[in-house]
């Protein structure tokens, strides 16, 4: 079974705090265990921050949230868990003492991961009676938006459970990644090490303040890594006779006295000093929480752009997202296989229910244009997953284009507002389907906008329009019959600039 069933987490901190919120938005139910006296608090806190960027991240139907509770000991916590994630304070002797007692009470055939930053598995999985399926599972902050994790065996781990752990973290919007062998630090915070030390010099030698580093990484190769990452990079700028010649060219840089990398700068007072001040002045004036909340934004919007990108297939972490919400739209929201309520089509069908995120106003705080129309394109894909054009039928070569879009703005959309659209079909004949969307403030609901499309089957194969099939016609029928009783809808067949009245 590839799913995770239920889980418990170890540790609630930041890091386990955010597992947490990423199993509990994939469904599953959490048990934790934290003595912290505050525990309820940050994580309670973290999981509102992961709740808010779902919102902005996905429209696809999130199962029903997973129950969180916490429990008063290890062995109450990983009691019927499959997966166990501990991500208690990084000391080798704290992290053994826990993963040996998740061990003596977890079911056996659960598996173990360890959020450890560099510590090696085997020696966590030292004193454990079942080390074959304890492993290294090292996220990224914050993990519930962040998708990947280096899955790391120990000497006695087995290749099924990095097998299994890798299929399990799937359905939950997360890449595993399988490292051949066990390295202190393994790849990124390697990485990250030798960025951040190099970073340090050139703080202590005076060559740049901590904000004008950051820019240099934001600004540039930050932005190349976040879509394509080392290698793939420097590929490309090897130009046409690609990697091989970018060695050739570049390699000898290798051995030019630029780096620092050998020495190790002294922390002293001074220079923690001077990094805090620096620090502070670049952005202490924000709150860690409204830090995070930046942060959240940002990596919606980078990754939901990568999601678009290799024509619609998804790119980097934009490709994972895809995947993720391919899933959860295979599922429907439904949890444990259970069917959704069949819609009424005795009215406009309701659709879509979202909300205005910052990533979705402009200047003016108000719901930027084509925001609107992302909300009539997801209401017309509800529609057609409603009749059967689903990821299936689309790869099997055929689909519904829309071809023809008139938009009125009756009201403002604001940042934070609640909304929800509504779908009337009009008309359908093999070919086409005439249909009428509105977006209302769900408090109220007033009509914020409406949209009178119209979209046509097409053979993607050929490029041509062709005839639904009769399946596809059949569950398309009664929509249309039940809502040719409806009253048209205000607006039904305005041109542009056409007055009142």
């Known amino acids: 079974m590839t ?8 540790g609630g901190g930041v890091i386990g705090g955010a597992w947490a919120a990423r199993f509990l938005l994939g469904g599953i139910d959490v048990s934790m265990y934290d003595p912290h006296p505050d525990a309820k608090r940050i994580v309670g806190e973290v999981l509102a921050n992961a709740e808010r960027a779902y919102s902005m991240l996905t429209m696809a139907p999130l199962p029903p949230k997973g129950r969180l509770t916490f429990c008063a000991s290890v062995e109450e916590a990983v009691a019927g868990a499959d997966w166990i994630q501990e991500s208690v ?18 079911d056996p055939t659960a598996l173990i991961g360890s959020s450890t930053s560099g510590i090696m598995p085997t020696e966590l999985q030292r004193d454990m009676k079942h080390p074959e399926r304890m492993f290294v599972a090292h996220p990224y902050n914050p993990v519930y938006l962040l998708p990947l994790a280096e899955l790391v065996g120990g000497e006695k781990t087995s290749a099924e459970t990095l097998a299994l752990a890798k299929a399990r973290l799937a359905p939950i919007g997360m890449k595993g990644v399988i490292l051949k062998k066990e390295i202190e630090a393994f790849v990124g915070d390697r990485l990250l090490e030798a960025i951040w030390r190099e970073g340090l010099w050139l703080i202590h030698d005076d060559i740049c303040d901590t904000e004008t580093l950051d820019d240099v990484i934001r600004y540039s190769f930050g ?16 130009g046409e006779a690609g990697m091989r010649h970018f060695l050739a060219q570049f390699g000898p840089c290798l051995s030019w006295p630029w780096t620092k990398l050998t020495d190790v700068v002294d922390l002293d007072d001074a220079l923690v000093d001077k990094i805090a001040a620096q620090s502070d002045a670049q952005s202490g004036a924000r709150g860690i929480r409204e830090l995070e909340r930046i942060r959240d934004e940002n990596l919606v919007g980078i990754m939901q752009a990568l999601k678009a990108g290799d024509g619609g297939k998804g790119w980097g972490s934009g490709k994972v997202l895809a995947d993720f919400e391919k899933h959860l739209w295979s599922k429907g929201g439904a949890k444990d296989g259970k069917a959704k309520v069949a819609p009424d089509f005795s009215q406009p069908l309701r659709l879509v229910d979202t909300k205005v995120s910052a990533a979705w106003v402009d200047y003016n705080g108000h719901m930027t244009e084509h925001r609107y129309l992302q909300v009539f394109g997801d209401t017309s894909d509800a529609l057609l997953r409603l009749i059967g054009v689903d990821f299936a039928y689309v790869e099997a070569g055929n689909s519904y284009y829309t071809v023809e879009t008139h938009i009125r703005h009756l009201g403002e959309a604001r940042l934070g507002q609640a909304l929800y659209a509504t779908l009337q079909v009009l008309a359908f004949d093999e070919k086409r389907i005439r249909y009428f969307t509105t977006i209302h403030d769900a408090e109220t609901g007033d009509a914020l906008a409406t949209a009178e499309q119209l979209m046509l089957h097409v053979d993607s194969k050929v490029g041509k329009s062709s005839a639904a099939p009769s399946n596809i016609l059949t569950r398309l029928a009664p929509i249309a019959e039940a809502h040719a009783m409806l009253p048209v809808p205000d607006g039904v067949g305005r041109s542009v600039g056409q007055k009142n009245g």
């Open 3 to 10: 799913n995770i069933r239920q889980a418990a987490c170890i």
């Open 89 to 106: 304070p990084e000391r080798v002797d704290l992290k053994r003492n826990v993963l040996t007692e998740i061990d003596r009470y977890a």
């Open 223 to 238: 932005m190349r890594w976040a879509q394509m990452g080392l290698f793939e990079t420097y590929r490309i700028a090897g």
